[in-house]
């Protein structure tokens, strides 16, 4: 079955520079989420999209923004990157919103950034 | 500040015997808990869930206990196998704030042959 693809799966930047991160949801899936994971933290949610709006913000900095497009990827801008932006990036996606559906939560295997 | 923690970075089980993963919390308006499992290089799967309305829920070998006077819940793996090995995250949701997370540390299971 498909699954959550986030794409680059490695990304190795300098500081100062831009990245963009990308995630295809699970096919009807209508919701994403973006989790960062610095290493050795927990995972930290950072925003989401349903039906291509916003639908709950985190800890984003003010130097990263998201969208949902019309065929329910997102992809993730991140710009004037700093050492401390290196982390794991987690996308997951999941249909609908409802209460008590996480567990309907599918995780891709993450984006690995690297800042030098 | 860390609103779910797990206190412990890893645990070490004999196949067989019973993996006892802890998880506490500090926000009173987390109604939801799930566990996560996660391999290398692979993200978090779910693995099992409770309501705060529940005090345990079992599937399989997984077992959810919660304590919410304590604020405190527990997974247990019964028997345990090698192939449990793997980081287990503890995550709550809060009541009306969809399904956004927040994670605990996570608990790195080796569970030796």
């Known amino acids: 079955a498909a699954g959550v693809i986030q794409s680059p799966r490695h990304l190795i930047k300098e500081k100062r520079e831009t990245a963009t991160l990308k995630c295809y949801p699970i096919?009807?899936?209508?919701?994403v989420y973006w989790y960062q994971q610095g290493p050795g933290q927990d995972p930290q949610f950072l925003i989401s999209f349903y039906e291509k709006m916003q639908s709950d913000k985190g800890s984003i900095p003010d130097r990263f923004s998201a969208q949902q497009f019309s065929d329910y990827h997102s992809e993730l801008n991140m710009s004037s990157l700093e050492l401390g932006d290196s982390a794991l990036y987690f996308c997951?996606?999941?249909?609908?919103?409802?209460?008590?559906?996480?567990?309907?939560?599918?995780f891709g295997s993450g984006t690995q950034l690297s800042v030098l | 500040d860390q609103q779910v923690k797990q206190n412990s970075p890893s645990l070490s089980v004999q196949e067989g015997r019973i993996s006892i993963l802890n998880c506490d919390y500090t926000n009173s308006m987390f109604d939801y808990f799930l566990w996560y499992k996660k391999y290398p290089a692979e993200g978090p799967t779910f693995l099992i869930s409770?309501?705060?309305?529940?005090d345990k829920n079992e599937d399989g070998r997984f077992t959810v206990f919660l304590n919410k006077s304590a604020k405190h819940l527990s997974l247990h793996i019964v028997p345990s196998q090698p192939g449990d090995s793997a980081v287990y995250f503890c995550a709550a949701s809060e009541a009306n704030a969809g399904n956004m997370l927040t994670f605990g540390g996570g608990t790195r299971l080796m569970v030796k042959p």
């Open positions: 997951a996606s999941s249909f609908g919103l409802q209460k008590g559906s996480s567990e309907k939560l599918f």
């Open positions: 096919p009807r899936h209508d919701t």
């Open positions: 409770i309501s705060s309305i529940k």
